[in-house]
């Protein structure tokens, strides 16, 4: 007769048990926490070996990240922020919210990077993407973008990373000559959306020839759709490259946990994952190396960075040369 007791104390058990396991709480962009995006493998994968339960808490784009902790503060749930790039390193580094990570181990980026604070989980460069069938020619440079009637959509640089990738990609390659480049690109943005989400959309949809991405965007295409149609310009300035970091806030609830997960991030388990769902290059090459498809996409003969320093000091400029040439 023991038998409906000792079943109702398991299911009481089972509860109390999983309550008790530690929460990471992980602050990242939401298309990484999408169904199509790293997310989900992610958290399968770290949860297999963590014994806790991982957590994602997403907002709108990359640059909206640092705008979430700077509100939050010493407050916040989170033990890790994911998906800010260097654009926005040191401006996220001079809050003071960020410990030093003291993961060791290099990357296989194409350039040398090493930050005390955050650790690379992938990189790409920036591109416009176009649809071969629909635009046969498609300009070769910014100057070559500006003179055409072609028409393309961009992010807004003060919510994304993307956008304000394209500010330092453009101020990389034209220095004081920014501000022309802007005033000659003005009439081909349709629309600036918030999120690089909305704009890709606003591309598939039809509505402009191009559309502010990555080199390894047409590789979705073809390995998830099996189509070749989508390209990305090469231009003759070279592309502006993109890191994005992962990094342990000072005030983190799980510190131990979060160590742990720093160091799955250059995982085989975890780096395996990035090309197929984030479709970026990982950080580390996986042992198999990089799946089919990655080898049609197009190769920047230069590669344009600010280091983060850099970064920060050109943003305000830039930013406010953008805004000029857009309101005229």
Do not use: K
């Given at each position: 007769?023991?038998?409906?007791?000792?079943?109702?104390?398991?299911?009481?058990?089972?509860?109390?048990?999983?309550?008790?396991?530690?929460?990471?709480?992980?602050?990242?962009?939401?298309?990484?926490?999408?169904?199509?995006?790293?997310?989900?493998?992610?958290?399968?994968?770290?949860?297999?070996?963590?014994?806790?339960?991982?957590?994602?808490?997403?907002?709108?784009?990359?640059?909206?990240?640092?705008?979430?902790?700077?509100?939050?503060?010493?407050?916040?749930?989170?033990?890790?922020?994911?998906?800010?790039?260097?654009?926005?390193t040191a401006q996220a580094a001079a809050t003071g919210l960020f410990a030093p990570h003291g993961q060791a181990g290099g990357n296989d980026l194409p350039v040398p990077f090493a930050d005390p604070l955050f650790l690379p989980y992938d990189w790409g460069w920036f591109a416009f993407v176009y649809d071969k069938a629909k635009l046969p020619t498609p300009p070769k440079s910014f100057e070559d973008l500006a003179g055409s009637d072609v028409k393309i959509v961009i992010q807004d640089p003060r919510s994304s990373t993307p956008g304000l990738g394209l500010l330092l990609w453009v101020k990389a390659a034209y220095g004081d000559r920014a501000p022309e480049i802007w005033a000659a690109l003005a009439d081909n943005i349709i629309t600036v959306t918030p999120g690089w989400s909305e704009a890709y959309g606003m591309f598939m949809a039809g509505e402009a020839d191009m559309v502010l991405s990555y080199t390894t965007s047409p590789a979705y295409h073809v390995i998830a759709e099996g189509d070749d149609s989508k390209a990305a310009a090469p231009f003759a300035e070279g592309h502006y490259m993109q890191v994005e970091v992962a990094g342990k806030?000072?005030?983190?609830?799980?510190?131990?946990?979060?160590?742990?997960?720093?160091?799955?991030?250059?995982?085989?388990?975890?780096?395996?994952?990035?090309?197929?769902?984030?479709?970026?290059?990982?950080?580390?090459?996986?042992?198999?190396?990089?799946?089919?498809?990655?080898?049609?996409?197009?190769?920047?003969?230069?590669?344009?960075?600010?280091?983060?320093?850099?970064?920060?000091s050109a943003r305000r400029p830039a930013l406010d040369e953008w805004l000029t040439a857009l309101s005229r």
């Open positions: 007769m023991r038998t409906l007791p000792l079943a109702l104390a398991c299911i009481t058990l089972a509860p109390m048990a999983e309550a008790q396991m530690p929460v990471l709480n992980v602050l990242t962009y939401d298309s990484f926490t999408s169904e199509w995006g790293p997310g989900p493998a992610v958290e399968v994968a770290f949860e297999a070996v963590c014994a806790c339960d991982l957590v994602f808490s997403a907002v709108g784009d990359g640059a909206e990240l640092l705008a979430r902790l700077q509100l939050e503060g010493p407050n916040s749930e989170a033990s890790v922020v994911l998906g800010l790039d260097t654009g926005l806030l000072t005030h983190a609830p799980q510190p131990a946990l979060a160590d742990q997960f720093l160091a799955f991030m250059g995982s085989e388990a975890f780096q395996a994952i990035i090309p197929t769902t984030n479709w970026m290059y990982p950080a580390h090459t996986p042992a198999a190396g990089l799946p089919d498809g990655f080898d049609q996409l197009i190769t920047p003969a230069t590669s344009l960075l600010m280091t983060a320093d850099e970064a920060q």
